[in-house]
């Protein structure tokens, strides 16, 4: 385990992956990349994220990181697919409605020449509309809205599968099948922060979370009746559970000494800044529901979209569920072997994907 920031290319190689495709559409400005880790078990399917980012390289790393993260991911929820990702760098244009569209329909030209070795979904900051214009120019894409065919927004069901994360790891760690009581800080209130956030309280848990939106934080203080604080001082909120569910790096250098938690357990791909930090949380102790394990409902979800029968809805909550028995099987290898839950996980995908068992949607 190393600290180093590797650079992109390197970080290919070194894990595996099969492609990187970085793009420009003269025409529209639409810069991008689509990163392919596996498509041992089937089509590269992940979600495509729209994002600024302070350099290229640093987008770059963020979707070849994240579509390693896919494959373990579909692996672990045994789907038939494979593990990709796509950013979009943004530049403040998009906001103009006409030329979103026009990036978009160019993005999808591109996943069309890809041939169904990818197939994408929204993710953070893209939308269920912007995935129907993508549909115009591919049928390589899902989770496009329920009019268009698709299954629509995937995140209530992506907090589904957390709460069901959250509920497996309570009932080992916490000694309890309830959630009623229990302290839970959620950092972001995004599509699945805020699903996370109403779940929970219906449940009884005691929230508390923040988002860098004020409106949504305002929004989420007078719907939910919950507490709020500044973004940075909630690493600081005593709680039992901390729920990720901004973007990325949660866990780091900084953060992690000030958490109080005994679990880690919330959407946000990619929490850990580093791989090291899954075995500090280990040594001190702290349980890491680990991102592609908890989060995976989106993609459950998703994925239902390429059954033979087409979506439903019903099946997609019923895999979802086993969200449950995955973290419970998780947690059972990380306490037989002594290893940290980001190890057990690792260790759960890589013999998915050796056994290449026949996997249905
Ligand atoms: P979103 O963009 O709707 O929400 C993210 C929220 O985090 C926003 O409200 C944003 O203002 C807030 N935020 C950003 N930086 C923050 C910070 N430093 N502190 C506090 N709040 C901050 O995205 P989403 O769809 O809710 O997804 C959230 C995370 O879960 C992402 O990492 C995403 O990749 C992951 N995820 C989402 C799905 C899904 O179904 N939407 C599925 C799997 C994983």
Known sequence: ?????????????????ERLLAFHDPDTGLRGAIALHSTKRGPALGGTRLRTYATTEEGILDVVRLSEAMTYKAAVARLPLGGGK????????????????????????????????????????????DMGVVKRATRHVVGTSV????????????????????????????DTSSLSGIPIAIQGLGKVGMALAELLVAEGAT????DVASETVERAKSTLGIAVVEPDAI????CAIFAPCAYGGAINDGTLPRLTCKIIAGSANNQLQDE????????????????YVINAGGLINVAQELAPGGYDEARARELTAGIYDTMKQMLAISRREGISTQRAAHQMALSALEIGEPATI
């Open 1 to 17: 385990m190393t600290s180093r920031v590797p650079h992109s290319l390197d970080y290919l190689t070194e894990h595996k992956h």
């Open 86 to 129: 796509a950013v979009l760098f943004a530049d403040g244009k998009e906001h103009d409605p006409a030329l979103r569209t026009a990036r978009f329909l160019a993005y999808g030209r591109i996943i069309e020449e890809l041939g169904g070795s990818f197939i994408t979904a929204e993710d953070a900051n893209t939308s269920v509309s």
């Open 147 to 174: 009019e268009e065919g698709g299954s629509g927004d995937p995140s209530p069901v992506t907090a589904v599968g957390v709460l069901y994360g959250i509920k497996a790891l309570a009932d080992e760690l916490l």
């Open 207 to 210: 929230v508390t979370a923040t």
């Open 235 to 238: 690493f600081d909120v005593p």
């Open 276 to 291: 090291r930090h899954g075995e500090l949380l280990h040594e001190r102790g702290i349980i890491y529901a680990v991102d």
